[in-house]
C-alpha cells in the first residue's frame, strides 16, 4: 500500500534515493514563482536567439535587372523602373528579367536615360548582364552587387546553420565545465557583439565570416537559456513549460520580422536587433547557477543557498533531511570507456534498436528542414514578405500547444504522422492552388507550418520514449545532430524556386510523407514507463500492461 502524507500528497518510498525531482514534487513545488521568474528572465536570450534568423531579410532576394549602358546607363544606381525598359530585357513571369537582356544591334546606335528605341537590340537574341541595377537597396544583394548569384547569396543561410552545429560541443564544454550562466552570458554576449560588428561588413566574404563566427560562439544561446526555465520545474509541468519556451522563440521571430519591416536598411536593422542583447551582463548578479550542476560539481554550500532561495520565493519549504540526501546522492559510475563499443555492439545485436537508429534522424532531418524552410520560404508568398514571415511565425504557437493537449490524449505516434502528412497535403495543395487565389494558397501555407510545429514539440519527448536510458542521451543527440542537416541546406531551397516554382514545397511534402511512414513503423509510447534497459526498449508495443505507468 502507497503511503501518504499528511497533506494528501504521497509519501517518498524510503528505500528509493531521493533526487531533485522527488525533492521539487513533494517540498519546493514543481511550477512556482521561483520557476516563473527564471521563464521571465530567459525571455530575452530566447528571443535573441531567434534573431540569428535574420539573413531571411539582410540576404534576400531583391529584384534586379541588367544595366543597359546603350541607352545612358553606367552603374547600379539607376530607376530600376524605366519606362522603356521591356525594349530592352524581355519579359517573365515576375517582371522583367533578372540575368539576361538583348543584344546591342552595334554601330554607333545609343539612346539616352529619357529613350531608349527597342531598334537598338536584336529581340531574337540575349545576352548576359555585364552589370545590374536594383529595385531598392535593403539587402547584400545590393550591397556587395549579388546579382544573378542566388547560391552564393544563399550561402548565408546555409553557414549560420552550420555554425549552430559547432556550437552544440562548444557550448556543451564550457557549460559543463564552468557553469550554465556563464554559458548563457558569454552566448548572447557573442551573439550580441558580432552581430553588431556584421552591420559594418565592407565585403561580402567578411559578412559570411562573421556569420558562421556568430553562430558558432553564440548558438548556445537557446540551449543555456531553455536549462534555466527547464531544470527546476516539476516533471507535471515540463512539457507545457517546453511549449511556452518555443513559444516565446517563436514571438521572438514575430518581432524580427516587425524590426527588419520598420527599420531599414539592412545594417540598422542588426544594430537594432542585436545592441539590447548586451543587457544580459546584467543576468552575472541576477540568474543563479544550475542546482544540478553545482551537485554534479560537489558545490554543496552554493547548491544548498539556492534550494532554500527557492523554497522562500514559492513559499514552501524544503528539509534539511532532503538537502543532506541530495548532497550525498550516490554517483553513478563513469563507464566512458565501456559505454562507446556497448552502444555500437547494442545497435549492431538488436534489429529493433538498429531500426530506431536509422529511423529517428529522418524525423529529425524532415521536421527542422521543413520547419525552416517554410519561414525561409514565406518571403515568396507575396510582395510583403515582412507580413508573410511573420504570420508563419505566430501559426506556430498554437502548433506548440495543441501538439501538449494532443499528445496524451491520441497518442504520439497518430500525433507526429498526422503532423508530418497534414504538412504536405498542405505544401502539395500550395503547389497547384493558382496565384490568383493568394489567400487561400495563404491559408495552406499556414496550415504546413501549424502542422510541422506540432510535429517539432513532440519530436523531443516520443524519441526520447523510444530509447533505454543506458543509451538515450547518446542516441537523442545523435538524432538532433543529423537533424541540423535540414537546417543547412533550408537556406538553398529557394533558388530551386528558378527551375520551377514547386520545388521547395514538393521536397517538404516527400519528406513528410516519408517521415509519415517510418513513424508508423514504429511502437506506441503513451501510458508507458520511459524503458531503463534495451529489454524494455524493444518490449515497447509488444504487451499492452508491460511497463505501464503506476
Known amino acids: ?37 527564471n521563464i521571465i528572465l530567459v525571455i530575452i536570450p530566447i528571443m535573441m536567439s531567434s534573431f540569428m534568423s535574420e539573413y531571411v531579410f539582410s540576404a534576400a532576394a531583391i529584384p534586379h535587372r541588367c544595366q543597359i549602358p546603350e541607352c545612358g546607363e553606367e552603374n547600379m544606381f539607376q530607376e530600376y523602373n524605366q519606362n522603356w525598359i521591356s525594349n530592352a530585357a524581355p519579359k517573365t513571369g515576375y517582371g522583367v528579367s533578372y540575368c539576361t537582356r538583348y543584344a546591342p544591334q552595334g554601330g554607333n546606335m545609343y539612346g539616352s536615360l529619357e529613350y531608349c528605341p527597342a531598334n537598338l537590340f536584336n529581340m531574337n537574341k540575349t545576352i548576359a548582364c555585364e552589370g545590374y541595377v536594383y529595385a531598392n537597396n535593403n539587402s547584400v544583394v545590393y550591397d556587395f552587387d549579388l546579382g544573378c548569384q542566388d547560391w552564393l547569396r544563399a550561402l548565408a543561410g546555409t553557414l549560420n546553420s552550420a555554425g549552430i552545429l559547432l556550437a552544440m560541443p562548444i557550448t556543451g564544454y564550457v557549460s559543463d565545465r564552468y557553469g550554465r550562466k556563464l554559458a548563457l552570458v558569454v552566448s548572447v554576449f557573442n551573439l550580441s557583439l558580432f552581430g553588431l560588428i556584421r552591420a559594418f561588413s565592407t565585403n561580402y566574404l567578411m559578412y559570411l565570416i562573421l556569420q558562421i563566427v556568430q553562430t558558432t560562439l553564440g548558438a548556445g544561446t537557446f540551449s543555456s537559456a531553455y536549462i534555466f526555465a527547464a531544470e527546476l520545474v516539476g516533471p507535471k509541468y515540463r512539457v507545457a513549460v517546453s511549449a511556452t519556451l518555443s513559444s516565446i522563440f517563436a514571438l521572438g521571430e514575430v518581432i524580427l520580422g516587425t524590426i527588419a519591416w520598420l527599420v531599414q536598411p539592412w545594417r540598422y536593422m542588426l544594430i537594432a536587433l542585436h545592441v539590447p542583447g548586451f543587457l544580459v551582463i546584467l543576468y552575472c ?24 532561495n527557492v523554497a522562500r520565493i514559492n513559499k514552501t519549504r524544503i528539509s534539511n533531511k532532503s538537502i543532506e540526501a541530495l548532497i550525498n546522492m550516490p554517483q553513478q ?58 504570420l508563419t511565425c505566430i501559426i506556430e504557437i498554437p502548433g506548440f500547444y495543441t501538439a501538449v493537449l494532443v499528445m496524451d490524449r491520441t497518442g504520439r505516434k497518430l500525433t507526429l504522422s498526422s503532423g508530418f502528412f497534414f504538412s504536405a497535403v498542405c505544401n502539395i495543395a500550395f503547389v497547384f492552388i493558382p496565384y490568383n487565389l493568394s489567400i487561400i494558397r495563404l491559408v495552406f501555407f499556414l496550415l504546413g507550418k501549424f502542422s510541422i510545429s506540432m510535429v517539432m514539440t513532440s519530436l523531443y519527448l516520443y524519441t526520447s520514449e523510444l530509447y533505454p536510458t543506458e543509451y538515450r542521451h547518446s542516441l537523442l543527440a545523435f538524432s538532433s545532430m543529423i537533424g541540423r542537416i535540414g537546417a543547412i541546406t533550408a537556406p538553398l531551397t529557394p533558388v530551386l524556386m528558378s527551375y520551377w516554382h514547386g520545388t521547395p514545397c514538393m521536397m517538404f511534402a516527400t519528406m513528410g510523407v516519408l517521415s509519415g511512414l517510418l513513424v508508423l513503423s514504429q511502437p506506441e509510447t503513451l501510458g508507458t514507463k520511459m524503458p531503463d534497459t534495451l529489454a524494455e526498449a524493444e518490449a515497447l508495443g509488444r504487451t499492452v500492461d508491460l511497463g505501464r505507468a503506476s
Open 1 to 37: 500500500m502507497t503511503n501518504v502524507r499528511a497533506d494528501g500528497k504521497p509519501a517518498a518510498d524510503p528505500d528509493k534515493p531521493v533526487d531533485l525531482d522527488d525533492v521539487l514534487a513533494n517540498e519546493l513545488g514543481q511550477f512556482g514563482y521561483f520557476q516563473l521568474r
Open 285 to 308: 548578479g541576477v540568474l543563479s547557477e544550475s542546482v544540478r550542476w553545482l551537485l554534479s560539481k560537489k558545490k554543496y554550500d552554493e547548491a544548498r543557498k539556492i534550494l532554500e
Open 333 to 390: 559510475p563513469i563507464l566512458e570507456k565501456e559505454g562507446k563499443p556497448n552502444l555500437f555492439r547494442a545497435i549492431i545485436s538488436s534489429p529493433t534498436l538498429l531500426r530506431r537508429v536509422l529511423t529517428t534522424p529522418v524525423w529529425w532531418i524532415t521536421t527542422i528542414f521543413v520547419y525552416y524552410g517554410l519561414s525561409i520560404n514565406s518571403a515568396h508568398l507575396s510582395e510583403t514578405m515582412y507580413l508573410n514571415f511573420i
